[in-house]
């Protein structure tokens, strides 16, 4: 199972740090991901991690604004969220799945979810 948490109402030019808890799943042997859903979108890849090589992705809307990180000790995902702009205001979900996910941002691809949590930029 995965749980995110550290969603919420954010001004324009904020931060958050959004994280994701995993139970049943050992972070460090999978693909790890953020993804986002906005009020009449479709679900969009944000960010990634391979687990073969490493490599990390981002959305060119978030390249360099965001970051993903793991904590292996604590077997959690994280997300920080820096320079907020209000198109980011979505529902943030994390994912993950054992195998390589190509390209990365493809949904269907991956096998585990979280519940998402609710990201708001607003002023």
């Known amino acids: 199972q995965l749980a995110e948490s550290g969603g919420g109402l954010v001004q324009p030019g904020g931060s958050l740090r959004l994280s994701c808890a995993a139970s049943?799943?050992?972070?460090?042997?999978?693909?790890i991901g953020w993804f986002r859903q906005a009020p009449g979108k479709e679900r969009e890849g944000v960010s990634s991690?391979?687990?073969?090589?490493?490599?990390?992705y981002y959305a060119d809307s978030v390249k360099g604004r965001f970051t993903i990180s793991r904590d292996i000790a604590k077997n959690t995902l994280y997300l920080q969220m820096n320079n907020l702009k209000s198109e980011a205001t979505a529902v943030y979900y994390c994912?993950?799945?054992?195998?390589?996910?190509?390209?990365?941002?493809?949904?269907?691809?991956?096998?585990?979810w979280g519940q998402g949590t609710q990201v708001t930029v607003s002023s």
């Open positions: 994912a993950a799945d054992p195998r390589p996910i190509s390209p990365w941002y493809d949904v269907r691809q991956w096998h585990y």
């Open positions: 049943g799943v050992t972070l460090d042997n999978y693909a």
């Open positions: 991690r391979m687990r073969n090589n490493g490599d990390t």
